[in-house]
């Protein structure tokens, strides 16, 4: 006889056997408990002064204990399905989803499902292993990428490829592969630390042990610095593009020369010196071995009886009036007019200098013991009195060839924020503004265009952002080579780079983790006008969400058609009339997705299709370059990568997150005014994983400043679509004039040492293993609020309930940036308005995050 819970009357012999009892009942509903009570009752039960039935016994096969077995079996049922009906009726109780959802369903939340991670692909039109920029026959220069076109990951051992489609049809061409900014010639800076430059051509003829004047620009006198250095080093690089002579120095000391005595000249000239001389007479014999009668005759007037021991008139040159003439030691071609000359005399005392030759002839000269054809020289007066009478210390280098330093384009950091006119482009001026830059060339960007701006910042750290083209103008400065184009992006880009690094991706296409099916367009049924509220459901599951504007962030991918004609998709149906075109998608508990018409369709075989894609979930947030693998190849397409991270992918809401969910989501329904709304809007929008609030203050301006992370507890990227459309919609349900500023989270990952004392009896690695299990629980990413300081109390304390754990000693505790106070606390900032460097407005300065993870755990023997 059958007790009506899976239990034969025969395994049912006694109150004590409780097997097959339905999982979940309560003790008093048990199929044991209620026969107990039942024997027990008609036992104790009184009837003409007495207890009839106190010896029925209690045999399995008693006609009367099977009925009352099968009775018990039957209230255990009706018992414990009670009971799951009011479990399932409350948020904490229940674990059936399906009840969950309808129960949250009746207050206005809807769960979350599963969400396609995006990505920002980065084409190369051209062929495989081409250098850029060149030409293979066969090749378009214009292509096409259509729309749905599939990229797959190259999947890791032992898991599986990653496929994401194309989300519009994109032209893409050779030219947009890879664009560069302009950047303005700049000179190198001259100082006298300098120890080599670049000149341009070949043809200077330096040679080691020549001299050189490198200028150096300018100084606040309106004079010019030059530096003068001894050539050390010749390169001929004749091959280079564009070629150039390399000269190696030393010794290099800054001069202060008047511009007419260099003249023509201008920063970035070189003038050689290649030529060295001597004023006449250096080479003298000494008087002193000469003999008296020349000692008399020649040299200087002294007293009487005193034998001369120098030359008389034996100075460098002779002045009269503006000019100072000087002999040379030798004929000396490159003594010319116009030339300069550097008199240095190699004494502290007294510094080289610089002077212009007026005249130079060649002529002799027999003087001083010598004689000699020369070359006579005139030169201005400001250096004779320091050189006059240093003849034979006094050298004269004589110039020989001028050039000019090899010019690189400038590496300043862009955006640039401060007016900027390129020497050479004097009608390209930047309006100051950080939302712009310059292209080299013509470059005709649509707007609405995404691009990657992708390079190094000035500390050398890589960078890629996300923007939007708002607008192109090509600007002209005087000839085709002086062609440029000014981008205008719809938004600052956060980041700045270096311009030497700085390239723009200009094949950008969207694309989503979500596929369509082969089938393409399904026929969801037929229309029929007698029927109101139509609803069709989809074949195959789980429909994709993309991300779209909206107080979630997401909308389904779905485009719906009857007779051909386009129907809209809508959050709600409510007040819709029978002759709406309005559709919504609703997500059945059981699985799968239906679809639901506001209007009355028109009669029709099969005219009611669907066209839409499947998949998502947080499989599709993978990291940059990882999406290479082109499924559909197109003609023209070389190849294909993800520069920035696929982000934005999160699962279908789980039971525990429906009850953490759906009190914030009912609690807002879509409008938010409190701090505390914020906040849940936050976590219920697309992609967003964890989110904080605080207010700040910007002058007498309040601020809600909201810490985000994605769904897989990363910052967002920079330039996310996350961060700008989570921002539209707070705006748009938060009472106007609100305003509100966003921002990812800095991670502050912690180093954690500790000398630990295990229990003997049990592996030393498996108690090892527990306690990094353990601090990663509460200490990782996931667990860790932002702006929270770590104490060492509490690492221990997480310790110390390890079972196994006999003692522990927290030996270090660090962080980047951070350093821990005098009681044993790891600071960590909060969130706060700060004032921009660079464009002098307020910005949110992010909150830090410390965390820890299993490798930056390490562990010691505590002995002792």
């Given amino acids: 006889m059958s007790c009506g819970c899976g239990n034969s009357g025969d395994s049912a012999a006694g109150p004590h056997v409780d097997s097959g009892q339905l999982p979940g009942a309560p003790a008093r509903f048990r199929y044991g408990a209620i026969l107990e009570r039942l024997l027990d009752r008609i036992s104790r ?23 009352l077995a099968a009775a018990a079996g039957a209230h255990h049922v009706l018992g414990w399905t009670l009971h799951r009906l009011a479990v399932d009726s409350t948020l904490p109780g229940t674990e059936d989803r399906a009840a969950l959802v309808r129960l949250t369903g009746m207050l206005g939340h809807l769960p979350r499902p599963a969400i396609a991670a995006d990505a920002l692909l980065s084409f190369r039109v051209g062929t495989p292993g081409a250098p850029e920029g060149a030409v293979t026959p066969g090749v378009p220069d214009v292509v096409t990428i259509p729309q749905g076109l599939q990229v797959a990951s190259v999947p890791e051992q032992g898991g599986q490829p990653v496929t994401f489609e194309t989300d519009s049809a994109v032209e893409a061409r050779a030219g947009w592969n890879a664009l560069r900014p302009l950047r303005a010639p700049a000179l190198p800076v001259i100082s006298a630390a300098t120890t080599g430059v670049e000149v341009e051509g070949v043809a200077l003829g330096a040679r080691v042990g020549d001299r050189v004047l490198v200028h150096a620009g300018p100084t606040q006198t309106g004079t010019a610095s030059w530096l003068f250095a001894l050539v050390t080093a010749v390169e001929i690089a004749a091959a280079a593009v564009p070629a150039r002579t390399v000269l190696t120095l030393a010794a290099g000391e800054l001069l202060t020369v008047a511009d007419a005595l260099t003249a023509p ?11 060295r001389a001597q004023p006449f007479g250096a080479t003298a014999p000494d008087l002193m071995f000469m003999p008296e009668a020349v000692r008399r005759a020649r040299g200087k007037a002294l007293p009487k009886r005193a034998l001369p021991i120098d030359w008389a008139d034996f100075f460098v040159g002779s002045v009269s009036g503006e000019a100072w003439r000087i002999h040379l030691d030798s004929v000396h071609p490159a003594a010319a007019p116009g030339r300069a000359v550097v008199l240095d005399s190699g004494s502290d005392q007294s510094h080289p200098g610089v002077e212009r030759i007026v005249a130079a002839r060649e002529t002799a000269r027999s003087d001083f013991g010598l004689s000699a054809r020369c070359t006579l020289v005139t030169l201005g007066t400001a250096l004779a009195t320091a050189f006059k009478s240093k003849v034979r210390e006094t050298t004269i280098q004589l110039e020989t060839a001028r050039g000019d330093l090899l010019v690189h384009p400038e590496d300043r950091v862009l955006p640039i924020t401060g007016t900027a006119s390129p020497a050479q482009h004097p009608a390209f001026v930047s309006e100051n503004l950080p939302d712009r830059f310059y292209l080299t060339g013509a470059v005709v960007l649509p707007p609405g265009r995404r691009v990657i701006l992708t390079g190094r910042t000035a500390d050398g750290e890589p960078m890629s952002e996300a923007a939007t083209v708002l607008r192109t103008e090509i600007r002209t400065g005087g000839s085709p080579e002086q062609r440029a184009t000014l981008v205008v992006l719809e938004r600052p880009p956060v980041g700045r780079w270096t311009g030497a690094t700085l390239t723009v991706l200009a ?46 962030g997401y909308a389904p991918a779905i485009e719906i058609r009857v007779d051909d004609r386009r129907y809209e998709p809508a959050d709600t149906l409510y007040d819709e009339g029978p002759d709406s075109l309005r559709f919504r998608v609703t997500d059945q508990p059981e699985g799968g997705a239906e679809v639901q018409f506001a209007g009355r369709l028109p009669s029709g075989t099969g005219n009611v299709s669907a066209r839409y894609r499947i998949g998502g979930g947080s499989a599709g947030n ?37 009850r953490s969910s759906a009190p914030k989501t009912i609690r807002t329904l879509d409008r938010v005014v409190s701090l505390a709304d914020f906040e849940a809007f936050a976590q219920g929008y697309r992609g967003v994983g964890r989110a904080s609030v605080v207010e700040l203050r910007a002058g007498l301006r309040r601020i809600v400043c909201l810490t985000v992370a994605t769904t897989s507890f990363d910052p967002p990227a920079a330039g996310s679509d996350l961060v700008t459309g989570l921002h539209e919609a707070l705006v748009a349900a938060s009472p106007p004039g609100t305003h509100v500023a966003i921002a990812g989270f800095v991670d502050l990952p912690m180093s954690v040492g500790l000398a630990l004392a295990s229990d003997p009896a049990l592996p030393r690695p498996a108690v090892e293993a527990a306690v990094r299990a353990a601090l990663v629980r509460d200490f990782g990413r996931r667990a860790r609020p932002f702006g929270t300081a770590v104490h060492r109390s509490q690492i221990i304390a997480t310790v110390q309930h390890v079972p196994g754990v006999v003692a522990a000693v927290l030996t270090a505790i660090s962080a980047p940036g951070a350093a821990e106070d005098a009681e044993g606390r790891l600071p960590c900032p909060a969130a706060a308005m700060v004032t921009d460097p660079s464009t002098g407005r307020p910005r949110l300065d992010p909150a830090r995050l410390l965390s820890v993870a299993g490798p930056d755990i390490t562990f010691t023997e505590l002995t002792g």
């Fill in 45 to 67: 039960a009184e009837a003409l002064g007495g207890r009839p039935l106190a010896t029925l016994g209690r045999a399995p096969d008693d006609p009367a204990v099977a009925l």
């Fill in 265 to 275: 000249s201008r920063p970035g000239t070189v003038i050689l010196l290649g030529q």
């Fill in 507 to 552: 094949n950008i296409v969207p694309s989503s983790h979500a596929r369509t099916p082969a089938a393409g367009a399904e026929i969801l049924g037929s229309g029929d006008r007698t029927v109101a509220l139509p609803r069709f459901p989809l074949k195959q599951s789980p429909l994709a969400r993309l991300a779209a504007p909206g107080t979630r």
């Fill in 622 to 658: 993978l990291p940059n370059d990882r999406l290479t693998q082109i499924l559909t190849p197109v003609n023209g397409i070389a190849t294909v990568t993800n520069p920035l991270p696929a982000a934005g992918g999160s699962d279908a809401e789980t039971v525990e997150e429906l």
